[in-house]
């Protein structure tokens, strides 16, 4: 699913406690999953039981606005008072989902009156829902199919802003210059090779390269707790198609070696490497002449998962 960084304003964050966080990420660092939580991040909502306890500790007054609400990384949902901001109910990290929900208990249990992707520090899509359904889902709290109350949200490719598209008039209030139709026009990631140690191998597609007619600029960030880095990449249809069949021969069993023929920076991926798990060789031959390797515990669906963030990069760009 895709993931959701903090694009509103870093005083927000700075005062929720959550700077630290939210630079750390848009620097390509991981943060280790189920790390220590930080102050002000909601409530974890894992059982119908969490939920009693959350709304049993609000005001009466509360308990019949909705709630603030973000599905972190881990697919778990969380919850803070209405008024709270977002990145500090997430403590300043990516998010599979945010906005607002409110509860009603009935004979079978608690239930979603109301639902809605609004948060202006996230700016999620519409397309946020399947993960909140999951995150409810687990939780045993029933639901309906969708948002009730969906917003659209558009990053405007001139000046840098999202507006909140009203009426379907995709048109940016801060500078007149028309939005995009898709959500997806900010930093995608093409990999993002990571685990519970700390071990984190990324490559990102940063929107059309500003040099290179017909490209994707991107990057690789490798992001250890002993040694951290970042390359410059430049990405044409071929090399995304390339690493399509790089994924195809993974499934099979085998390990790759992507970009290992041309110009620029390369990357191995070696299925059992001298830890008994997946490991990721980034070399760059052309410019330091350095070579990192990085041993990674990948989920089983890792595969899977990165099929999807291909077909999403290839959706969301058309390069040559």
């Known amino acids: 699913m895709t993931a959701y960084a903090y694009v509103g304003p870093l005083d927000i964050a700075e005062a929720a406690g959550a700077l ?6 848009a620097a390509g660092s991981v943060p280790r999953a189920g790390a220590t939580s930080r102050p002000g991040q909601g409530d974890r909502i894992r059982t119908p039981a969490d939920l009693d306890a959350f709304l049993s500790s609000r005001p009466q007054d509360e308990l019949h606005e909705p709630h603030t609400f973000v599905v972190d990384l881990s697919g778990t ?31 079978q249990g608690w239930t979603v009156t109301y639902a809605s992707n609004q948060s202006t520090g996230y700016c999620p899509d519409v397309e946020s829902w399947p993960a909140v359904a999951a995150a409810l889902a687990r939780a045993g709290i029933t639901h309906g199919s969708a948002y009730t109350h969906p917003i659209t949200y558009r990053r405007c490719p001139e000046c840098g802003e999202w507006n909140s598209v009203q009426d379907a008039h995709f048109v940016c209030v801060f500078c007149d210059a028309d939005l995009p139709a898709s959500h997806r026009t900010g930093p995608m990631d093409l990999a993002l090779l990571a685990d519970e140690e700390g071990n984190a191998v990324r490559i990102t597609v940063l929107g059309r390269h500003p040099q290179v007619p017909g490209r994707l600029e991107a990057e690789i960030v490798v992001a250890t707790p002993f040694v951290q880095g970042r390359l410059a990449l430049a990405l044409s249809r071929s090399r995304l198609e390339t690493w399509g069949r790089a994924l195809n021969s993974l499934e099979s069993g085998e390990d790759i070696a992507w970009m290992a023929v041309e110009r620029g920076p390369s990357v191995f991926i070696h299925l059992t490497g001298e830890r008994d798990c997946p490991e990721v060789v980034v070399e760059d031959q052309m410019i330091s002449m350095v070579t990192v390797r990085v041993p990674i515990s990948l989920p089983e669906d890792w595969i899977a998962s990165h099929r999807q963030r291909l077909s999403d990069v290839l959706a969301a760009h058309s390069p040559h």
């Open 20 to 25: 630290e966080a939210v630079e750390a990420a």
């Open 77 to 107: 949902l969380r919850l803070a008072p209405r008024r709270s901001e977002h990145v500090a109910c997430a403590g300043g990290e990516a998010v599979r989902a945010a906005g607002e929900l409110a509860f009603a208990r009935t004979a």
